[in-house]
């Protein structure tokens, strides 16, 4: 993987925040390029230079969250199932609870992300399971892994949503009742 320069990440981000900033009163559809940089304040050119349109960004900004929880499940694999799904979820929360406004904005405005981020953590999980159960059922185990999924997503949108109502040890309890 490819260094990224210091300068790069800066202009990635402030682009992001812009994103977060205009996307709390401006549906994505409706931002446009002008605005996300007039809101940013860096140049047209500088946008173009990193990404093709907003929906690149939005991309790219997915992929760096995706990529980051990826990479902190792979910390995990020497744990074994089951006790690495605790440390995934803890990884999981910290990693949001780090990014919250990107990732309160990704849950509110991005199905992809949800999507995404729902197959990175089955996919990991998948051959623990299989192995400690001692079946190789994909099927059931993808049925299963979306009902819980869909409430552990749940609540962390309610989560973000509701940031004073719990702390985040109080969530990390919560995802394992």
């Not at 140049?43 to 173009?48: G, H, M, Q, T």
């Not at 990107?102 to 990991?124: G, H, I, P, Y």
């Not at 399971?129 to 979306?146: C, E, L, P, Q």
């Amino acid at each position: 993987m490819a260094k990224e320069y210091s300068c790069v990440k800066r202009t990635k981000q402030a682009f992001t925040n812009s994103l977060v900033e205009l996307s709390k009163d401006t549906p994505w559809n409706k931002i446009t390029v002008k605005m996300l940089c007039e809101n940013a304040g860096l140049s047209r050119n500088a946008f173009y230079f990193h990404y093709k349109d907003i929906n690149d960004l939005i991309e790219d900004i997915e992929d760096s969250v995706v990529n980051e929880a990826t990479s902190n499940f792979d910390t995990f694999r020497e744990i074994g199932f089951p006790k690495n799904v605790h440390a995934t979820v803890v990884a999981l929360i910290e990693l949001i609870d780090n990014n919250r406004e990107v990732c309160r904005m990704l849950f509110e405005k991005s199905d992809s992300f949800t999507e995404r981020m729902n197959k990175a953590f089955c996919d990991f999980n998948y051959q623990y399971y299989s192995d400690f159960h001692g079946d190789n059922k994909r099927t059931v185990y993808d049925f299963f892994y979306m009902f819980i999924s869909s409430g552990f997503y749940g609540l962390l949108k309610y989560w973000l949503d509701n940031p004073d109502k719990l702390t985040k040890n109080e969530l990390i309890g919560l995802a394992f009742v």
